[in-house]
């Protein structure tokens, strides 16, 4: 093949085959020490290791709420995290038939000479560490690109350096028996309407299926997590059915059949929105080898958090709230969602904040 | 859209649709004076226009064959040639259901500083030929483009240029209303094996898909003309099983889900061979988001035209001969072929060392 089959080939492609089931997704939990304190101040807790402990806690013994997931992304810290009863967090998880995975990118730089384009650091010992998260129960992995569209943006500098960083991240997880998730991210920050957006993702996602090709990553071991094809964040907003119209089209136009599993990011969209979205899309008559999934954060933990607001007797409303969101983002993945879910408070609010740092 | 979308834009995707049905495919019949005088030699036929022209019509009017045709590659003479009751090829062709289409290439030449390796030509005034093609009737294209493998090829040179000019082609036919044929066609020729040619055929149709994204060209207005991945000429042979599963895997990692579909060559392959290799990759199990046909030349024509052997009294003969490879392939494209449509004739190896169109 012109892909490396690594020693974990068969492993690979049965985790990314077993993601994208029909009906489960993902819940991005990886916020790194940083974002994570911005999510508490938002709610008055305190970003102290005890209360990401506890947040954590809630949103994976959330009663019923695991079945619709087949994966969650930690951040490091999480990854050794225990219950309060001292159970390891990914014990729970796999105990509840959910894969961890495991962010390894550290964050953007900026590309020097472009307009605030950057590109993804982490590739220095990203074998070895790999190979630790492996050892501590990781079974996936997940790398953030982020491009921007602006005048001259993306830049033919922005989306190489990204693609080519993206496939080298793939090529490492996937000798250590990570299956990477493969992120190009391009930010909803803008005036531009949803057919710039639709040329920009289908220029960078062949892009990136290239760069994944010259670097021989195998792609039934993959998962795509793209951004869906919208208007831009100060353009108006359009129904969810041409937002899957559009998607799904850029999407058949640059994804091979190969990758087993496509799971969105949320990007700025309201956990009602992406919900309502995701549905769209599955509910399209027209080709999708592949399974379209959600792999959300803040678009699944919004209204969790305002419901617990730090409080110990707020647990089971907010546990009652991720469940709701859970349950719903299942439908959506089945095309069956609807848009009847009790929407918590905060449910319906943008989560968009201009040119967002993760 | 990072595709052009121009005003034949639905037509094209229409078209594209058409010729990709389930149970139809292409006949290539687009062989150049040069090419189609080898074969009539090889039945001692004189390489004259007449003789042409009664071959082709002995192809486009056997009775029923086109029930299983989308598609017929013509020659740009045979474009304009007609019937001897006077009606032109391409209505004989339109009456039936069967698409019209056009070589454009203009053959191949030697990349300087590679090992024999080449490019494409066929640029020269290629938009104002597409007009007049498309103002005769056709509506799809075909363009070959050829790689080979070796301890050093094919080149990232080889690849790149190829693939670029398969993109610019592209693109000046949709402009022009005209379906393009993708067609890099990988050689067989070498002691490699099954693996081999499925990773060059991977690496080159990726290539390719990068290229058309450049130059904007529209996926859904297209079809691929891939060659099948099997072991090289000078390599054991295979079980048409293995070939199935080596040639949808590497096509499943390469080809995005929006071409309708793909029409493979038949390089050296016997007719029956083709068609077995066809039917197994149908019969697979797995996800195909494109249908898998044909667009052969030497493995629907061979038997036929040993059968003519340029004499009037065998035309329904080998009209029959062709109506049965026609049938099987179209079988084959469901999945449902059953084996025993191969005369002798049907199982000789069509393969030449070298070959050049």
């Not at chain 2, 494409?120 to 363009?143: E, H």
Request: aromatic share 6%; proline share 4%; hydrophobic share 40%.
């Amino acid at each position: 093949m012109s892909c490396f089959i690594s020693k974990y080939a068969d492993e690979l492609t049965k985790n990314a085959a077993y993601i994208g089931t029909p009906g489960k997704g993902i819940l991005a939990a990886d916020e790194s020490t940083g974002t994570i304190g911005k999510r508490l101040s938002s709610i008055n807790v305190e970003n102290v290791e005890e209360n990401r402990r506890a947040l954590r806690e809630l949103l994976f013994t959330a009663p019923g709420a695991l079945q619709y997931l087949s994966g969650v992304i930690l951040f490091e810290e999480t990854l050794y995290q225990k219950t309060a009863s001292g159970k390891l967090f990914v014990v729970v998880l796999k105990e509840g038939g959910v894969l961890p995975g495991i962010k390894v990118d550290k964050g953007t730089v900026e590309l020097n000479g472009t307009n605030g384009e950057t590109f993804t650091q982490g590739l220095d010992g990203l074998a070895q560490r790999c190979q630790k998260y492996y050892e501590a129960g990781a079974r996936f992995a997940k790398w953030r690109a982020v491009l921007k569209i602006g005048a001259n943006e993306p830049s033919e500098l922005a989306i190489q350096e990204n693609a080519n960083g993206l496939a080298m991240y793939a090529a490492i997880c996937q000798q250590c028996g990570l299956v990477p998730i493969v992120e190009p991210e391009i930010l909803v920050d803008g005036p531009h309407d949803i057919k710039k957006c639709a040329e920009v993702t289908e220029r960078v996602l062949a892009a990136c299926y290239k760069a994944l090709n010259d670097h021989h990553v195998m792609l039934e071991g993959t998962l795509l997590k793209p951004n869906m094809v919208t208007p831009g964040s100060d353009s108006p907003k359009v129904a969810p059915e041409v937002i899957a119209e559009y998607t799904v089209r850029a999407l058949q136009r640059t994804v091979p059949a190969a990758v087993p599993a496509i799971v969105f990011l949320s990007g700025g969209q309201s956990e009602e929105e992406a919900t309502l979205n995701l549905n769209a899309m599955n509910k399209l008559q027209t080709k999708k080898p592949w399974s379209l999934s959600f792999s959300f954060g803040r678009a699944l933990q919004q209204s969790t958090l305002k419901a617990w607001a730090g409080k110990e007797e707020n647990v089971k409303k907010a546990q009652d709230a991720l469940l709701v969101r859970c349950k719903a983002n299942s439908e959506a993945t089945l095309g069956t969602y609807k848009g009847d879910a009790k929407l918590g408070e905060g449910a319906a609010e943008s989560l968009h904040v201009k040119d967002y740092k993760y | 859209m990072s595709a052009f979308v121009g005003k034949y834009a639905d037509e094209l995707i229409k078209n594209a649709k058409y010729i990709a049905t389930p149970g139809k495919g292409i006949l290539a019949a687009d062989e150049s004076t040069g090419t189609i005088g080898k074969r009539l030699s090889s039945i001692n036929v004189e390489n004259i226009e007449s003789n042409r022209q009664a071959l082709r019509e002995l192809l486009f009017t056997s009775p029923n064959a086109l029930t299983y045709l989308s598609g017929v590659i013509l020659f740009e003479e045979t474009l304009y040639q007609k019937t001897s009751d006077g009606k032109p090829f391409v209505e004989v062709l339109e009456e039936n259901n069967v698409i019209p289409g056009i070589k454009v290439d203009k053959g191949t030449v030697e990349i300087a500083g590679t090992n024999g390796e080449t490019t494409t030509q066929g640029f020269d005034s290629l938009g104002a030929r597409c007009q007049q093609y498309y103002k005769a009737g056709a509506r799809f294209a075909k363009w070959r483009s050829v790689l080979k493998i070796g301890p050093n090829e094919p080149s990232e040179l080889s690849i790149q240029q190829n693939a670029h000019g398969l993109a610019r082609y592209s693109i000046i036919c949709q402009e022009n209303g005209l379906v393009p044929i993708v067609e890099p066609e990988v050689l067989t020729d070498g002691p490699h094996d099954i693996q081999k040619c499925a990773a060059v055929t991977e690496t080159v149709i990726a290539a390719v898909y990068k290229a058309l994204n450049e130059h904007h060209v529209l996926l859904e207005g297209t079809l691929l003309k891939p060659n099948m991945a099997t072991p090289g000429s000078d390599s054991p042979k295979v079980a048409a099983e293995v070939i199935a599963q080596y040639t949808v895997t590497a096509l499943r990692r390469s080809v995005p889900p929006a071409v309708p579909g793909i029409v493979f060559l038949s390089g050296g392959q016997s007719e029956e061979e083709a068609t077995i290799n066809l039917d197994a990759m149908n019969k697979l199990d797995v996800l195909k988001p494109w249908t898998l046909s044909f667009s052969f030349g030497r493995a629907l024509q061979q038997s036929t035209l040993k059968t003519w052997a340029g004499k009037k009294e065998n035309v329904a003969k080998a009209q029959e001969a062709f109506l049965s490879r026609c049938k099987a392939n179209s079988e084959a494209t469901l999945g449902k072929y059953g084996g025993g449509s191969a005369g002798g004739l049907a199982s000789e190896s069509l393969f030449v060392k070298g070959y050049k169109y």
